[in-house]
């Protein structure tokens, strides 16, 4: 049964840094491209960033460009989202997702067929 976990969530002052998780079980990791999406309360879905099956395509979205940067390791099955230089807009309900893809990677949620429940991310003084 394909399972996606994340951790790595809090309460951070701006300028801060916190790195989220996403612990994957359940499939071939290294085929599929993971995305990481995020919620703020009120507003639609938005995507962060993405990172190929292979690790070698990765997107990030112009609002976290230079800021974010997105990871994974095959052995752990695990993706990583190093956010630094956090901003209060940056908050929000993180999720990370899967989809089949070992050579691209795409910042469309409608590509994403597998979804974790998410972790809260609060960017406030």
């Known amino acids: 049964q394909l399972q996606l976990v994340e951790s790595g969530g809090g309460l951070v002052q701006p300028g801060g840094s916190l790195r989220l998780s996403c612990a994957a079980s359940g499939f071939t990791f290294e085929s599929f491209a993971m995305g990481w999406f995020r919620q703020a309360p009120g507003k639609e879905r938005e995507a962060v960033s993405c990172?190929?099956?292979?690790?070698?395509?990765?997107n990030y979205s112009n609002s976290v460009k230079g800021r974010f940067t997105i990871s994974r390791d095959t052995a752990k099955k695990a993706v990583y989202l190093q956010m630094n230089s956090l901003k209060p807009e940056d908050t929000g309900v993180y999720y990370c997702?899967?989809?089949?893809?070992?050579?691209?990677?795409?910042?469309?949620?409608?590509?994403?067929?597998?979804w974790g429940q998410g972790t809260q991310v609060t960017v406030s003084s």
């Open positions: 997702a899967a989809r089949w893809g070992p050579w691209s990677a795409s910042l469309d949620d409608r590509e994403y067929t597998y």
């Open positions: 990172i190929s099956g292979s690790g070698a395509s990765r």
